[in-house]
């Protein structure tokens, strides 16, 4: 809890309700920047049972995404989280206060919330993004994956090679020292089946929230934790890592990655701590 009275504004905020009558105390930057319709939110946050922490992710490398829906398009009842959304500002900080009785059917309280009034969010906009600026984004990477997809297909592409079978390409030479075992790398990422480019997974369309982990250490597959040797802070490449150095026979995301399956990444290292 000390993280979250440095992170969010302390002292008295404006107070008011929203239009369904959720107590709110808004604390306000005044950037300027307003939300918008169709926006994707980069948010902080602290969830309690009146006065008891319930989950934050203060300390947390990245942020939550959050989405602020454009009712005109699609018309539906806001929650109580969409509705704070709505007053805020880039910068801005808001407590609403939602009864937890209004939150399902009054004795129906998960255990331990038996005596709770109501659920508290502390959240804090750190950015916005149109969601159109993102599928933008996104597409136009997944449209360069395709063509480093056609080009592996019919070898145009050179690739290097490793004693392990990893192959990879360089697109980009970054800057610094290779990445050595436990720094922290931040890299967004495209994933596709080396069989027929179908893509399984990507951090762009999560709102370009890239992913972070230790090199080196196991946190990740093993063509990834090879493939960071190679690499430095700013590199883009392509690797493309044979089902031995990925999933293997067991496969992986609910059969996104059949057994066997080679895959291919699209990276940029973003950042190397």
């Known amino acids: 809890m000390i993280a979250s009275a440095t992170l969010f504004s302390c002292g008295k905020g404006k107070s008011g309700k929203t239009s369904t009558g959720i107590k709110y105390e808004l604390f306000q930057n005044k950037s300027g920047n307003k939300v918008q319709p169709n926006d994707v939110l980069y948010l902080r946050y602290t969830m309690l049972a009146d006065d008891s922490l319930m989950s934050t992710n203060i300390n947390e490398p990245l942020p939550e995404l959050g989405f602020y829906p ?4 699609e018309p539906r009842k806001l929650s109580p989280i969409e509705e704070a959304f709505g007053l805020m500002e880039v910068g801005d900080s808001i407590k609403i206060f939602i009864p937890i009785d209004s939150m399902g059917a009054p004795g129906m309280r998960p255990p331990g919330l038996e005596k709770t009034k109501f659920i508290v969010y502390k959240i804090k906009i750190e950015k916005r993004m149109s969601n159109t600026d993102v599928e933008k984004v996104t597409k136009g990477i ?4 395709n063509g480093l997809f056609q080009d592996t297909k019919s070898n145009s592409l050179e690739y290097m090679v490793t004693p392990s079978g990893l192959k990879y390409k360089v697109l980009e030479e970054g800057s610094g020292e290779p990445i050595k075992q436990s720094n922290k790398v931040t890299t967004n990422y495209y994933g596709i089946l080396a069989s027929d480019g179908v893509m399984f997974d990507n951090s762009y369309q999560r709102g370009l929230l890239p992913f972070t982990f230790e090199a080196m250490t196991g946190q990740v597959i093993p063509g990834w934790d090879e493939g960071m040797g190679l690499l430095k802070k700013g ?4 690797l493309y890592i044979p089902s031995a150095l990925a999933y293997g026979a067991e496969g992986a995301g609910g059969g996104a990655i059949p057994a066997d399956s080679d895959l291919m990444f699209y990276l940029e290292i973003l950042d190397v701590k």
Do not use: H, Q, R, T
């Open 235 to 238: 590199s883009k490449a392509i």
């Open 70 to 73: 454009d009712v005109k398009k």
């Open 142 to 145: 997944a449209e360069k994956v």
